[in-house]
């Protein structure tokens, strides 16, 4: 008769630290863990992958007229909620593309996401200086300063390794 009056306890206890505050903890630590060992992942996919030489071109099409893109010239890219903003030196071209889409794809030419409106190509990168509580900040070679998140600063660091 102890034995599963034992047993009940033991299930309540568990439930108990499972419920609240013992739950919430549990929940963030294992969520933060999910995160790091996605950015390794990631990394890895980086490391492993490398660099495509000739990255395949990005179609444009406006009024009339279809251009291809070669995605080495685009400097960044920013994100328009269904729509993106190529920012190529002085000309901006809009496509009717997502920001994650287009991660996916860029992601093994050098392409980084640093802010979750932002993708910028890796060789473009002049300089990545760092701000107060986290954040930093990246110095384009055109003369641009784009911030960088916290959440997105780990996955730079990675790429510009």
């Known amino acids: 008769m102890s034995a599963p009056y034992q047993d009940h306890r033991t299930i309540r206890w568990s439930s108990w630290a499972l419920s609240g505050f013992g739950y919430r903890n549990w929940a963030a630590f294992r969520s933060e863990r999910q995160r790091r060992e996605s950015l390794a992942a990631k990394a890895e996919i980086l ?77 473009r990168v002049a300089k990545v200086s760092t701000g107060t509580h986290g954040d930093a900040f990246v110095e384009m070679s055109n003369g641009h300063r784009l911030k960088v998140s916290r959440t997105h600063r780990r996955a730079l660091e990675i790429a510009t390794l």
Do not use: M
Request: proline content about 4%.
């Open 47 to 123: 490391r492993s992958a490398g660099r495509r030489e000739v990255p395949e071109p990005l179609i444009v099409r406006s009024v009339g007229e279809v251009e291809k893109i070669d995605p080495r010239d685009v400097d960044w890219i920013e994100g328009c909620g269904n729509y993106a903003r190529l920012h190529l030196g002085a000309r901006q071209i809009l496509i009717r593309r997502t920001l994650t889409s287009l991660c996916d794809e860029l992601s093994v030419t050098g392409f980084v996401r640093i802010h979750r409106s932002v993708i910028v190509n890796g060789d």
